[in-house]
T-cell receptor
Framework: AQSVTQLGSHVSVSEGALVLLRCNYS??????LFWYVQYPNQGLQLLLK??????LVKGINGFEAEFKKSETSFHLTKPSAHMSDAAEYFC???????????FGPGTRLSVLP | SQTIHQWPATLVQPVGSPLSLECTVE??????LYWYRQAAGRGLQLLFY??????ISSEVPQNLSASRPQDRQFILSSKKLLLSDSGFYLC????????????FGEGSRLTVL
């Protein structure tokens, strides 16, 4: 069964520093991968999605993610963190049947002034 | 584009009382609909999903139930709430694009006392 892991439940960076949030999927290559962001007391918002068209995917708010099959990874990056990036980030993939979704446990990003 | 409405936004209920959370979707027809829960300090837990009117699949055995009386209406219910039912409940609709990503509502925060 498909599984998604996110290394680091909490990541802190300084404002202006590089943001790197890690996501790994299980051995079966998913057709799609997603990153979502959740601000406090809000629903999840789609940041970006991988659809096999390109391994480097650009999303909203300056985020991007790179699909690496050899590493079974889909890490999320942003060159320069902004205070407004403080939120929880979830990586997700369709399950093996394509009808449901498997979410990682989430990574809380804190941005320090 | 799809719009998801959830209400109430916030709810405080005593143990043993009933529950009804409603989710309605606009801008699409015959959508796949989902109920997720986020308990404090925990990730997303899929509770129910529905592929059509009256078609409900339960992912986790619990004292909650779901119904889909209309194409774009999804209701989460309980006859008697438990303390452990406290959490943030999110309704989601599956998008129509190839990746089929989920779009989430703003959530309903339930506190059971």
């Amino acid at each position: 069964a498909q599984s998604v892991t996110q290394l680091g439940s909490h990541v802190s960076v300084s404002e202006g520093a590089l943001v790197l949030l890690r996501c790994n999927y299980s051995s079966s290559v998913p057709p799609y991968l997603f990153w979502y962001v959740q601000y406090p007391n809000q629903g999840l918002q789609l940041l970006l999605k991988y659809t096999s068209a390109a391994t480097l995917v650009k999303g909203i708010n300056g985020f991007e993610a790179e699909f690496k099959k050899s590493e079974t990874s889909f890490h999320l990056t942003k060159p320069s963190a902004h205070m407004s990036d403080a939120a929880e980030y979830f990586c997700a993939a369709p399950d093996n049947y394509g009808q449901n979704f498997v979410f990682g446990p989430g990574t809380r990003l804190s941005v320090l002034p | 584009s799809q719009t998801i409405h959830q209400w109430p936004a916030t709810l405080v209920q005593p143990v043993g009382s009933p529950l009804s959370l409603e989710c309605t979707v606009e801008g699409t027809s015959n959508p796949n609909l989902y109920w997720y829960r986020q308990a404090a300090g925990r990730g997303l837990q899929l509770l129910f999903y529905s592929v059509g009117i009256g078609q409900i699949s339960s992912e986790v055995p619990q004292n909650l139930s779901a119904s889909r009386p209309q194409d774009r209406q999804f209701i989460l219910s309980s006859k008697k709430l438990l303390l452990s039912d406290s959490g943030f409940y999110l309704c989601a609709v599956q998008g129509l694009r190839s990746a089929g990503e989920l779009f989430f509502g703003e959530g309903s925060r339930l506190t059971v006392l």
